[in-house]
């Protein structure tokens, strides 16, 4: 039932944007407006202008119970990378990862939580700072084991580094003890924290230094 | 997600500040955008699929946008829950219209019942909603009731005007005349 549109008139293209934005449009004439929607900027600003107009009207929806859905989402956007790479364990040397140490994070960790599959130690010589990381199921625990807070004005901000990729942020730090829905990862990914300003990096890349890094390791 | 916060108040839109942070690629921020909207938009698809099994297929689809889209986000243009909320409303509707888009759908206008009333409080606490609300105040009721169910389940204008037995073009006039009314109620 494509009807013949007379669009040359703004009040035409008005009640069109209204008329796609309420949905009432069957499929032919809402495809047509998508199409034109994508190559018309003043279209598609009448369409936003009415898409803020009625969203009061979005209150009227009610919550539902949702399942979560994300692993599902994320596999999808996701897909998982190849194997962690053996070049990673030469950086390990940097890090002066002892045996010892490592055992003992075993035993930390074993008390800490039902069935860590990795972990990583975050150190660096210059800040006195450590952290210790675990992933446990789908949880990622980042305790802070020693050194100070953030400065004033400052956060702690926690990345995590596929190799050659760049950074991604999970988190500002706020508690000496967090647990965060476990990123994906692999043994070889390395966790990172930066200072950064207030409420973390602003546009979501690192802006400040690195104040301790570690790479994940299988337990 | 205890301990963490992603977000300061860097606008009085913590959903639009998610978004920039996901057009960043932050994994975490898509994360908490779901944990945060996905209820909601769950009951936006619920309403408009009128079936669980098919909504929840849409909500990862949604979701999936949200990731894809996010850097299409502009926060002077709108909020970012309206702009979550259409574009979960713009996949359910094109998946109702392609579902079929010749005969009246009774699925689609068992699916219009109207929900118990908001609760005031509510209302109050979003001054945009109260204001369109006083809006269809001014409109005559069967006119206000086809544009609210228009909007909320996406019906189309073969099935409102079957729902509200009138010819096809009578229901267009009608919502044609509505809107410019509640466009110029709404108007400051």
Known sequence: MTRTRQTDTPEDDDFLAAEYVLGVLDLADRSAAEDRLKRDPNFAALVNVWQNR?????DDYAEAPAPNLLPQIEARLFPQPAPAQRRWFGALVGLAF?????????????????????FASLTAESSGLRFEASIAGNELTLIRSGGAIAAPGKDYE?????PDKAPVSLGVLTAERVTIAAPVAKPGYVLAITLEPQGGAPEGKPTGPVVAAGPLQNI | MQGLLYLRAMTDDPIADLLQKIAAQDRAAFRAIYADTSAKLMGVLLRILGNRAEAEDALQEVFTRVWLRANRFDAEKGRGMTWLIALARNHAIDRLRSRHDTSSDDEAMNAVADPAPRAEARLIAHGEARRINECFDTLEADKAA????????????LDLAAQFDVPLNTMRTWLRRSLQKLKECMEP
């Open chain 1, 54 to 58: 009625l969203s009061g009207l979005n």
């Open chain 1, 98 to 118: 002892s045996t010892i140490a490592a055992l003992g994070l075993i035993a930390f960790f074993a008390l800490q939580s039902p069935d860590p599959s990795m």
């Open chain 1, 158 to 162: 926690l990345w995590i580094i596929e």
């Open chain 2, 146 to 157: 086809a544009l609210r169910g228009a909007y909320l389940t996406g019906t189309s204008y």
